[in-house]
């Protein structure tokens, strides 16, 4: 089992960058693909990006391509979501999620999918 605690959010100006880490406790941190999910006001929650359990695989939600970066360090048992470039439609709670797995290399994109979440962060992008 994996406890994560999110953190990093805030309030930012459009245009600006926040980078939000998720911090997993027990030993088997590795054994675990991760992700990042957000859930806007009114809407449902939508995956954001990925990240295999090993070999640095990684995908994201066409609204954030080329704005956000998901990466991990398992050494520290932390996933982060770099996020530049925000927009005002990018207010939500993010949430990170851990999916244990054998398979080194795979991503998983549906809420179903995860076994473990956190609590969330509140992101807040104004104009």
């Known amino acids: 089992q994996v406890q994560l605690v999110e953190s990093g959010g805030g309030l930012v100006q459009a245009g600006g960058s926040l980078r939000l880490s998720c911090a997993a406790s027990?030993?088997?941190?590795?054994?675990?693909?991760m992700g990042w999910f957000r859930q806007g006001p009114g809407k449902e929650r939508e995956f954001v990006a990925g990240?295999?359990?090993?070999?640095?695989?990684?995908d994201y939600a066409a609204s954030v391509k080329g704005r956000f970066t998901i990466s991990r360090d398992n050494a520290k048992n932390t996933v982060y979501l770099q996020m530049s470039s925000l927009k005002p439609e990018d207010t939500a709670v993010y949430y990170c999620?851990?999916?244990?797995?054998?398979?080194?290399?795979?991503?998983?994109?549906?809420?179903?999918?995860?076994?473990?979440w956190g609590q969330g962060t509140q992101v807040t992008v104004s104009s």
């Open positions: 990240i295999s359990q090993f070999f640095g695989r990684t």
């Open positions: 027990g030993r088997t941190f590795s054994s675990y693909a």
């Open positions: 999620a851990a999916v244990p797995t054998d398979d080194a290399k795979r991503l998983y994109y549906t809420l179903r999918s995860y076994r473990y």
